[in-house]
């Protein structure tokens, strides 16, 4: 074949559309339950929205931005992820003045460039929650709890969360400066891009991933030592609202964040047995960014999760997930005339919502009969020509075998009760 699947991509075949149907759907239901509205936005914005919002240095427009010019000239991206583009929709419809509009939640497919691996894909698929317009720390535990419930609802087990406090802008120049102080004796031993990190963004410092660089992070300072006043007191008020909600979580301040935009809390769900994408789930708050993106100063917090991780997650604790939907009846029908006779019972099925498979292909009694078993359907309805004489129709159950003759009217009202 001459055409293959873009690399880091995927397609959700229907074997598997079961499974991905159900996590939609827990986390619609979930994400209702606290009184959240669902948005959607296109899957392009302007690519300077992100540039601005993510920050012009991070990994995210650096590297992983799908950029292209549409046919006039004009810069557009393929969303990396959905916060920029929600805060936009918020500002742009003055969803500020539309009441309780301040609780959204979405989900949809994501596009970054990285190296794909398990877990990681060009094009994935995330959900998430955005609360807007508070800075009260109840929202903070709210939003975490959301992504509690959720998981909770789905049976996952063995997940951590791990919250900080990466301050307000000034606290964050601050710790900056201690860290470059920190790291400018081990610069020379640094990787080439945590070089770059000490001058743009010494935090990301405490991201890397290359070996030689972690070893400087355990005797680096450490955020929570860089709050303010203000600050602190706020982080020591989420963690109050989260002990009174009983959510377990372990204090790291290593969590960074890949995205310029988070300001106080920070957290990220993990699944250790993951291996090297073990973040299941991240977020955090952002008081600056709807300013900064021409709203009107603006508190807010969220995060996402990727459905990806989440399945590959609950896979590996053997959670069941949906599979393919098998029918509930299968019509087997010998003869023309058959044929005709049974087509009102097919479409009365299916308006009441049933399932019901029919193959025109299949003539023999015996190649629909094999065709009904391995479709695993529950019934076989048979209209044979003696039923067709009689006017009725045999409903066989195809797990006990068990067969009667009843008229249509019979047989509709016992698989539609
Ligand atoms: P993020 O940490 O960049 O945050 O992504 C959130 C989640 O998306 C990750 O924890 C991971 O599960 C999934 N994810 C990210 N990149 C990939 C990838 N290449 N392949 C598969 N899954 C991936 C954000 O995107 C923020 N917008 C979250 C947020 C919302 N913060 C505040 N509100």
Same mark, same amino acid.
Request: aromatic letters at 12%.
């Given at each position: 074949m001459d055409y293959r699947i873009p690399r880091g991509t995927y397609d959700i075949l229907p074997e598997n559309s079961g499974k991905?149907?159900?996590?939609?759907?827990?986390?619609?239901?979930?994400? @209702?339950?606290?009184?959240?509205?669902?948005?959607?936005?296109?899957?392009? @914005?302007?690519?300077?929205?992100?540039?601005?919002?993510?920050?012009?240095?991070?990994?995210?427009?650096?590297? @992983?931005?799908?950029?292209?010019?549409?046919?006039?000239?004009?810069?557009?991206?393929?969303?990396?992820?959905?916060?920029?583009?929600?805060?936009?929709?918020?500002?742009?419809?003055?969803?500020?003045?539309?009441?309780?509009?301040?609780?959204?939640?979405?989900?949809?497919?994501?596009?970054?460039?990285?190296?794909?691996?398990?877990?990681?894909?060009?094009?994935?698929?995330?959900?998430?929650?955005?609360?807007?317009?508070?800075?009260?720390?109840?929202?903070?535990?709210?939003?975490?709890?959301?992504?509690?419930?959720?998981?909770?609802?789905?049976?996952?087990?063995?997940?951590?969360?791990?919250?900080?406090?990466?301050?307000?802008?000034?606290?964050?120049?601050?710790?900056?400066?201690?860290?470059?102080?920190?790291?400018?004796?081990?610069?020379? @031993?640094?990787?080439?891009?945590?070089?770059?990190?000490?001058?743009?963004?010494?935090?990301?410092?405490?991201?890397?991933?290359?070996?030689?660089?972690?070893?400087?992070?355990?005797?680096?300072?450490?955020?929570?030592?860089?709050?303010?006043?203000?600050?602190?007191?706020?982080?020591?008020?989420?963690?109050?609202?989260?002990?009174a909600s009983g959510i377990k979580y372990l204090v790291n301040p290593a969590i960074v964040r890949g995205l310029d935009y988070y300001t106080n809390t920070a957290f990220e769900l993990i699944v250790d047995a993951l291996g090297a994408q073990k973040s299941i789930a991240g977020g955090g708050r952002y008081n600056a960014l709807i300013s900064q993106i021409g709203g009107k100063d603006t508190p807010a917090i969220g995060f996402a999760g990727g459905f990806e991780r989440l399945l590959l997650a609950l896979e590996k604790e053997s959670i069941p997930l949906p599979g393919i939907t098998l029918p509930k009846v299968y019509c087997i029908a010998i003869g023309d005339e058959a044929q005709m006779s049974m087509l009102p019972i097919l479409s009365k099925l299916r308006q009441s919502g049933i399932y019901a498979d029919y193959n025109p292909d299949k003539t023999s009694f015996k190649a629909q009969m094999k065709a009904a078993d391995s479709s695993r359907a529950e019934f076989a309805i048979i209209l044979g020509e003696d039923e067709l004489k009689q006017g009725d129709f045999i409903l066989k159950n195809l797990m006990t075998s068990e067969q009667e003759r009843l008229s249509a009217e019979d047989l509709l009202q016992r698989l539609t009760q």
């Amino acid at each position: 074949m001459d055409y293959r699947i873009p690399r880091g991509t995927y397609d959700i075949l229907p074997e598997n559309s079961g499974k991905w149907q159900y996590v939609k759907d827990v986390f619609r239901r979930v994400a @209702e339950s606290f009184g959240y509205f669902e948005i959607t936005t296109p899957v392009f @914005e302007m690519a300077e929205l992100f540039e601005r919002s993510s920050g012009e240095n991070s990994d995210v427009v650096q590297k @992983e931005m799908y950029r292209f010019m549409d046919q006039k000239g004009r810069s557009f991206a393929l969303r990396p992820e959905g916060t920029a583009p929600v805060v936009r929709a918020y500002v742009e419809n003055h969803m500020d003045k539309s009441g309780s509009r301040n609780k959204l939640y979405y989900m949809g497919p994501m596009f970054r460039y990285d190296r794909p691996q398990a877990g990681r894909y060009r094009q994935f698929y995330q959900y998430g929650i955005e609360f807007i317009g508070s800075n009260h720390p109840y929202y903070d535990a709210e939003v975490i709890a959301i992504e509690m419930a959720y998981l909770k609802a789905l049976g996952l087990q063995n997940v951590r969360l791990e919250i900080n406090s990466v301050g307000c802008a000034s606290c964050a120049k601050e710790y900056d400066l201690a860290l470059q102080d920190y790291y400018r004796q081990f610069l020379p @031993e640094l990787c080439p891009d945590c070089q770059k990190r000490y001058e743009t963004k010494p935090r990301r410092l405490l991201d890397c991933k290359v070996k030689t660089c972690q070893v400087f992070r355990t005797d680096a300072p450490s955020q929570l030592d860089y709050l303010d006043e203000d600050c602190r007191e706020h982080f020591t008020q989420v963690r109050a609202y989260l002990d009174a909600s009983g959510i377990k979580y372990l204090v790291n301040p290593a969590i960074v964040r890949g995205l310029d935009y988070y300001t106080n809390t920070a957290f990220e769900l993990i699944v250790d047995a993951l291996g090297a994408q073990k973040s299941i789930a991240g977020g955090g708050r952002y008081n600056a960014l709807i300013s900064q993106i021409g709203g009107k100063d603006t508190p807010a917090i969220g995060f996402a999760g990727g459905f990806e991780r989440l399945l590959l997650a609950l896979e590996k604790e053997s959670i069941p997930l949906p599979g393919i939907t098998l029918p509930k009846v299968y019509c087997i029908a010998i003869g023309d005339e058959a044929q005709m006779s049974m087509l009102p019972i097919l479409s009365k099925l299916r308006q009441s919502g049933i399932y019901a498979d029919y193959n025109p292909d299949k003539t023999s009694f015996k190649a629909q009969m094999k065709a009904a078993d391995s479709s695993r359907a529950e019934f076989a309805i048979i209209l044979g020509e003696d039923e067709l004489k009689q006017g009725d129709f045999i409903l066989k159950n195809l797990m006990t075998s068990e067969q009667e003759r009843l008229s249509a009217e019979d047989l509709l009202q016992r698989l539609t009760q």
